[in-house]
C-alpha cells in the first residue's frame, strides 16, 4: 500500500456523523490535524463547512473526503456512481427503539400489530432521506422479530427537514426528532429512535420504550443507518495517496485504543458530538461501548452490510444494486493495523 512520486496534496477532508466514532475521537483529540499539519496537509471538516461543501457528506463527490457515518447515504452515493470504496465498518449500539405514548398498551413488538408508525417524509435527495429509511427499517426489525412484517402497521408520513445538513447550517436548525410531536398529540402511535438526543426528547414528552431493539438477540433486527456504520473515501485518494489512507486508519485504530482506556473522556467527547448533555449519552450507550470502537472488514459485518443494502434497494433508495464485496478494499486498514502492532512491539 505504499506510493512512490505520490502527487502533492495540500488538502484532505474529513467527516462523520455525530455518533460515536474512532475518527471523530481522533479528530476531537487533535490527532488528524497532527498527523498531516506537518506535511503542509490541511484538514477540512465538513461539520464546519458551509452548505455546498457541506452536501457532499450526503453524494460523496469531493476528491480527497474521508467519511464515517451512516451507511444509507454511503450506499446511495456509491448506487448512484459515487467512485467511492469501503475501508472498514463499525457497529455500535446507540439505544435504538420504538417509543409510544405511556398507558397505550403496546409493550412488545407483537403489540405493534395495527399501529400507526411514524415514517419522516422524503427529503430532497435519497442520501438525505436515511431519517425515512431508519424508521422502516427500525420498525421492519422490530416486526420481524415477532415474525409480522410493515404490512402489519399502517405507516404514517410525518414532517421533516426536506435538506438536512452536516454543515454550519445545521445547528441552527429544528433538529426534534421526526414523528415525536405527533407522537404526543395523538396523530400516531410508535416512533422509531435512534442515539442520545432523541432519546432525551423521547423522554421530555413523556414516550416510553416498547421495544428495545438493542436488546433484540439476532443482530439482524438491528441493522439500520449506523449498524453497520462504514469508513468509506473517495476513490481519486485511494489512487493517488494510498499512504494517506493507511495515515488516517492508524490514527483511528489507535483513537479507539485510547477511547477503550478513557470512558470519561469519551463519554466528554460523545456528549459534544452528539449535541446532548451527558445524561443523553449515559442513556442512549451501553455499558462499555467505549471498548467497541475498532473498524473492521469481518465476514459478519460485511453480510450485515450486504442485508442493509438489499433492503434499501426492495424499499426504493438504490437506483442501482451495490455489490458490498466489489465495494471493499481491504489493502488500507491491513497495513494500518501493521503499522500500530509494529510499533507497540517496537
Known sequence: MTTSAAPELDAIWFTRCPV????????????????FAPDGIAVGVL????????????DHELPGLFREGGNVPALVAR?????????????????????????????????????????????????????????????????ASARLGLGDVELVEVTDDPDPSVGIDAASRDAFWPGLRELADGRVDAVYVKGARAAEQAAAVGAVVAVDLDA???????????????????ESLLQARPDLLVRFLRRTLQAADWAAA?????????????????????????????????????????????????????????AERVSVEEWVDAGPLAEARATVAAAASA
Open 20 to 35: 460515536p466514532t474512532a475518527s471523530g475521537i481522533a479528530h476531537n483529540l487533535g490527532w488528524l490535524d497532527g498527523e
Open 47 to 58: 461539520q464546519d463547512a458551509p452548505p455546498e461543501i457541506a452536501r457532499h457528506h450526503f
Open 79 to 143: 448506487s448512484q456512481g459515487a467512485r467511492t470504496r469501503l475501508l472498514g465498518l463499525t457497529w455500535i449500539e446507540e439505544r435504538q427503539a420504538i417509543v409510544v405514548r405511556a398507558g397505550s398498551g403496546i409493550d412488545a413488538a407483537a403489540a405493534l400489530r395495527g399501529a400507526r408508525a411514524a415514517v419522516p417524509e422524503w427529503a430532497a435527495t435519497k442520501g438525505q432521506s436515511f431519517p425515512r429509511a431508519m424508521a422502516v427499517s427500525g420498525f421492519a426489525g422490530a416486526l
Open 216 to 234: 433484540l438477540p439476532d443482530r439482524r433486527h438491528r441493522v439500520n443507518n449506523g449498524t453497520p456504520r462504514p469508513i468509506t473515501v473517495h
Open 262 to 318: 478513557h470512558p470519561e473522556e469519551v463519554r466528554a467527547i460523545l456528549a459534544r458530538e452528539t449535541r446532548s448533555g451527558a445524561e443523553g449519552v449515559r442513556t442512549a450507550y451501553a455499558e462499555g461501548f467505549h471498548l467497541a470502537l475498532h473498524p473492521s472488514l469481518a465476514a459478519d459485518r460485511l453480510d450485515l452490510l450486504a442485508q442493509q443494502e438489499a433492503f434499501l434497494h426492495a424499499h426504493g433508495y438504490l
